[in-house]
Nanobody, 126 residues
Framework: QVQLTESGGGLVQAGGSLRLSCAASGHTISSSDMGWFRQAPGKEREFVAV???????YYTESVKGRFTISRDNAKNTVNLQMNNLKPEDTAVYYC????????????????????WGQGTQVAVSS
């Protein structure tokens, strides 16, 4: 049984930093695409970042230069370092994993991922 467990969310002031982690069990992250998505109240879940099985990384435009996604294969963990946080980053952040490698465009789509964590709340105050 595959489980993804996020941690590291919290409340931070604008300009601050948080580091999210996603620990996987029952699934080897090095062989799949690992994404971070977020969902703000009243909005659809949106793509934030992905690190592909090959190591390729993509970010949504609004977080480029502020967020960094990384993978620790030995710990089977994916991290999202978030710096210079803004109030518009407030959302529940979800970790997602694909059962097999997705295409370059499919990695941006939430419905193409097979496994999801329970989410961790990030709140940024102005």
């Amino acid at each position: 049984q595959v489980q993804l467990t996020e941690s590291g969310g919290g409340l931070v002031q604008a300009g601050g930093s948080l580091r999210l982690s996603c620990a996987a069990s029952g699934h080897t992250i090095s062989s799949s695409d690992m994404g971070w998505f977020r969902q703000a109240p009243g909005k659809e879940r949106e793509f934030v970042a992905v690190i592909r099985w090959s190591g390729l990384i993509y970010y949504t435009e609004s977080v480029k230069g502020r967020f960094t996604i990384s993978r620790d294969n030995a710990k089977n963990t994916v991290n999202l370092q978030m710096n210079n946080l803004k109030p518009e980053d407030t959302a529940v952040y979800y970790c997602a994993a694909s059962a097999a490698a997705l295409g370059n465009t499919r990695v941006l789509l939430a419905h193409d991922y097979d496994y999801w964590g329970q989410g961790t709340q990030v709140a940024v105050s102005s």
